[in-house]
C-alpha cells in the first residue's frame, strides 16, 4: 500500500502544476484565471496553507508555512513575466488588425497632384539661403524675444533716440518696462554674431519680425526678414554695391541690375537703399544696407579702428509677393485653396 503524500511533495506538485498553467496560458483573462485558481480561497496552496494548523511541530509548521510563501511568490512572479509575453503579442496582433493599407490612396494622391508643398515665404527663404551661401555666407539665427539693448541700444539707438518711432514695437511684460520686446527687424543678430564668432564675419540673418501694423496688402504685423553682415579688415562701400549686384544676379538672373540711393539708417554711415531693375526696364524697392556705424562695431566687442563692415536687409515675403506676382500680402496667409493652387 503506497504511503500518504507528505505536505511538502503535495506542495512541490501544486507548484510545478501551477507553474505549467501558467506557462501554457494563451491569452491575460486565460492567465488571471489560472492565477485566481491557484492562489485563491480554493486553490490547492491555500488548502496546504489551511492544513498547517495540523501540523503539531511548531518548528516544521513555521518551516512549511515558508516553504508556501515562496511558492506564492514564485507563482505570482511567473504570472507576471508571462503577462508580459501576452499583452506584447495581444498589441502586436491589434496592431496587426487594425492596420490600414494606404497605398491605394497615396497612389491616388500622387495621381491627382493633390500634394502639400511649401509655403512661398518658406520656397524663398531657401532659395535666398543657398544663393547666399553660394556667395560664401554663413547662416545664423537669434531668438524672437529680445531685450531692448540688442533690439534698440547696441543698434546705436538709446532710450531717448528719435529713430526708435521708426519701428513701431509690441513690448513684453517683465520687470523694468519696456526691456523686453518681440524683435522688430533681425539686426539684433548681428550684435550677437559679432559678439560670438571671430572675424572675419560672412553671415546671413534669416527669420521672423514683429511689428504693431495693420495688416494689409503690403504690410502684416508679423512678417521676415533677412539680413547681411559682413566684417573684415579693409571692407568698403565699394564692397557692399558688388554685393548687392552679385545677390542680385544670382537670385533675379542675368537681365536683373541693382542700384543703391543715399538714404538714413542709425545703424549704418553711410546709409543706402537698394533698389532692383527688372528686364523691362521699372525698378523696384527692395531694402535697406550701408556700411556698419562705428557704435555698433564697438556694441559687438570690435575695434572700428581694426575691423570694417557692411550690413544689408529685406523683406522675404515682400520677395515672394515680387517673384510670384502677388497683388496681396495677405493672400499668402489665408489658406485658400483657390490661392495655393495656382502655385502647385
Known amino acids: 500500500m503506497a504511503s500518504e503524500s507528505t505536505p511538502q511533495q503535495l506542495l512541490a506538485t501544486a507548484l510545478a502544476d501551477g507553474l505549467a498553467q501558467i506557462e501554457a496560458s494563451d491569452s491575460t483573462d486565460a492567465l488571471k484565471a489560472v492565477l485566481t485558481g491557484l492562489t485563491g480561497k480554493k486553490g490547492s496552496l491555500v488548502a496546504i496553507r489551511s492544513s498547517l ?174 539680413e547681411g553682415l559682413v566684417i573684415d579688415r579693409g571692407i568698403t562701400f565699394a564692397d557692399l554695391a558688388g554685393t548687392i549686384e552679385s545677390f542680385t544676379k544670382a537670385f533675379f538672373g542675368p537681365g536683373f541690375t541693382s542700384r543703391l540711393r543715399p538714404s538714413y539708417f542709425p545703424f549704418t554711415e553711410p546709409s543706402a537703399e537698394f533698389d532692383i531693375r527688372r528686364p523691362d526696364g521699372s525698378w523696384i524697392e527692395l531694402g535697406g544696407c550701408g556700411m556698419v556705424h562705428p557704435h555698433v562695431l564697438r556694441a559687438g566687442g570690435l575695434d572700428p579702428n581694426e575691423w570694417s563692415g557692411f550690413a544689408f536687409g529685406f523683406g522675404i515675403d515682400r520677395m515672394a509677393k515680387e517673384r510670384h506676382g502677388v497683388e496681396d500680402l495677405r493672400d499668402m496667409y489665408s489658406d485658400d485653396v483657390r490661392f495655393t493652387e495656382q502655385f502647385s
Open 53 to 226: 494548523g495540523k501540523v503539531d511541530d511548531l518548528e516544521a509548521r513555521k518551516a512549511l508555512g515558508q516553504l508556501v510563501n515562496e511558492a506564492m511568490t514564485t507563482l505570482e512572479e511567473a504570472s507576471v513575466v508571462r503577462s508580459r509575453a501576452l499583452r506584447a503579442n495581444e498589441f502586436a496582433a491589434q496592431i496587426e488588425q487594425e492596420r490600414v493599407d494606404l497605398t491605394e490612396l497615396a497612389m491616388s494622391a500622387q495621381a491627382s497632384r493633390r500634394r502639400g508643398r511649401m509655403h512661398l515665404v518658406t520656397q524663398a527663404t531657401e532659395r535666398l539661403e543657398d544663393v547666399f551661401v553660394g556667395l560664401g555666407f554663413q547662416i545664423a539665427e537669434g531668438p524672437e524675444v529680445e531685450t531692448d539693448f540688442y533690439n534698440f541700444e547696441a543698434l546705436n539707438m538709446p532710450p531717448s533716440h528719435p529713430a526708435r518711432s521708426m519701428w513701431d514695437t509690441l513690448f513684453i511684460e517683465s520687470d523694468i518696462e519696456g526691456s523686453v520686446v518681440l524683435r522688430t527687424h533681425t539686426s539684433p543678430v548681428q550684435i550677437r554674431v559679432m559678439k560670438e564668432w571671430p572675424p572675419p564675419i560672412y553671415a546671413i540673418m534669416p527669420g521672423r519680425v514683429f511689428r504693431k501694423e495693420t495688416p494689409d496688402a503690403t504690410h502684416m504685423p508679423v512678417f521676415h526678414q533677412i
